[in-house]
């Protein structure tokens, strides 16, 4: 497991000082950025190699939003390997060991110069250090889009939006996804699908069904095709 310790700052937070979902994401992808690098095979060594670690999938589920200035804990660890994809869990926990946010991951080893996915190499294999997984349902990885969702106005991908892998980062999809919830609500768990890579320049067409207590977006090209489709699990 690897673990580093932290402090909920005010760009992390909302109107009401709580951390953000999308603060939550970060920290648990700089989490698993901070673990790869620590071992040897982080994003210098993955770009040498022609490699990207792409997610496939996010769930994520929130027991309380903490607040400004409260000290957290991030710790991640990988527990399974198959063919071109990795599975690792995530916590966030207060420093008496209160658990205020856990997640499900899976990732995608994909080649950069052929564009499309690779299997593990031994020497990735062998740095990581297999843990026994979370106890937690794990949802399909797969999401499957509702019917009569609704068209909402294109907007273009921004520079702001890409990552060192040069498209869009999987975080600023659920922070667009976040844009069509009622402003009241709150959401305890997410789900993330991601199907493409939107790339700077592109343009993404969002279609929404709002459910009783889940929303979900479906943040396409322009023929509908998704390139991520986000869940929002919310409270009353």
């Not at 989490?31 to 996010?58: K, P, R, T």
């Amino acid at each position: 497991m690897y673990s580093f310790e932290s402090r909920i700052r005010y760009s992390e937070v909302d109107k009401e000082g709580r951390i953000t979902l999308n603060s939550i994401l970060d920290y648990f992808q700089d989490c698993s950025c901070f673990h790869s690098d620590d071992i040897g095979v982080g994003i210098n060594y993955l770009m040498e190699q022609g490699l990207a670690w792409v997610l496939s999938s996010w769930q994520i589920e929130i027991k309380r939003y903490p607040m400004y200035g409260e000290n957290v804990k991030i710790s991640t660890w990988p527990y399974d390997f198959k063919g071109f994809f990795g599975f690792r869990n995530f916590t966030m926990e207060t420093p008496e060991g209160e658990m205020l946010a856990y997640a499900n991951s899976i990732w995608t080893l994909l080649d950069l110069k052929k564009g499309r996915p690779t299997r593990l190499t031994p020497e990735l294999i062998e740095a990581y250090k297999l843990e026994p997984q979370l106890p937690m349902k794990c949802e399909s990885r797969k999401i499957q889009l509702p019917e009569e969702m609704q068209a909402k106005e294109a907007f273009p991908v921004h520079k702001y939006h890409i990552d060192t892998n040069q498209h869009v980062n999987n975080g600023r999809y659920v922070g667009m996804a976040q844009e069509y919830l009622q402003e009241e609500k709150q959401v305890w768990k997410m789900r993330a699908e991601y199907r493409k890579a939107a790339i700077y320049g592109d343009t993404i067409y969002p279609y929404v069904k709002e459910q009783e207590k889940v929303t979900v977006v479906n943040l396409a090209d322009g023929e509908g095709n998704p390139y991520a489709i986000i869940e929002l699990e919310v409270s009353e």
